[in-house]
């Protein structure tokens, strides 16, 4: 379920929330506040990115051309012995 930011109308009070799309209303008062029970609003906010991380992963998600997976495992066990 995605997660939704808010901030109510009274209080300026700030959270986040996980809901399910069609749990929205297209006026973005779907939610009460938590502290003094008034609408809130939906805060657009810009979301995060996705992090990979591990040996099976690559910095930009793709491998270079040409690269196995063991030649990639090797320069990343050098690069921690150093």
């Known amino acids: 379920m995605p997660t939704y930011d808010y901030k109510c109308e009274v209080c300026n009070f700030e959270f ?3 809901k ?3 749990e929205l209303k297209d006026d973005g ?4 506040c938590s502290k003094c029970s008034s609408h809130c609003r ?3 906010s810009g979301g995060t990115g996705v992090i990979f991380k591990g040996p099976g992963f690559f910095i930009n998600d793709y491998a270079k051309p040409g690269t196995s997976r063991k030649e990639m495992e090797a320069k990343e066990k050098a690069k921690s012995e150093i």
Request: net charge neutral; aromatic share 8%.
């Open 16 to 18: 986040e929330t996980f």
């Open 20 to 22: 399910k799309i069609s």
């Open 29 to 32: 008062t779907d939610q009460q």
């Open 42 to 44: 939906r805060i657009v």
